[in-house]
């Protein structure tokens, strides 16, 4: 479960600072997916870099529940919160960012051992990317590098490689952005499956309002002010 109470977050702007992120409050159990819309500058993406330890707040706090047990990411130092990043939490970006020189499988190979596995057996770590590839519907691309998958593909492969350590907590930024209207129904088919299959608190930033009646909960972020939208008809 992630939990925040109170964030506020600013930036200098001259000689005051501007608010972000005015008094946030956002609980989001484990399996259940938080849209969040919004116009541009609204501070969407400020929420999604102060829950993935990007930007410490203010003030506030900001709970996660894993498997080491609760930790206020609020509170941890750039080293600490760089290890929860990489073994506690999986971060789907606008852009796929993957490695050009590695295959598909290669990608999750590596987050794999970034994310404090590297004493897994390699085969048990090829097996689990092979896994996630096929349940992405990538099983037959395992062995293809970036430019030779599709955009679709691409961010595919990005979605899998966010879950190679069963993370706790899933932040999503406008995975649909650089896809058709087919594509990117797929894609938002694959995140909202995965995540309550994985039992992943997630936070998904979305401008696209086509499918936010699939979505447990669907906030709004207005100059920094989180509020709830009444449920979403389908």
Partial sequence: MLTLTDVTLTYPDGADRLTAL????????????????????????????VAATLIRPDSGTVVLDTD?????????GRRAAATVRRCS?????QQPNLIPALTAAEQLEVTAHLGGRSRTPRGETRSRARALLDAVGLADQAHKRPAQLSGGQRQRVNIARALMNDPALLVVDEPTSALDSERGAAIIDLVTTIAREHRAATILVTHDPTHLHRMDAVYRMVDGHLTTVDRIPA
């Fill in 22 to 49: 005015d008094r946030v409050n956002l609980r989001v159990p484990g399996g259940t997916i938080a849209a969040v819309t919004g116009p541009s500058g609204s501070g969407k993406s400020s929420l999604l870099a």
């Fill in 68 to 76: 080491s047990g609760t930790v206020d990411l609020a509170s941890l």
């Fill in 89 to 93: 939490m999986g971060i789907v970006f």
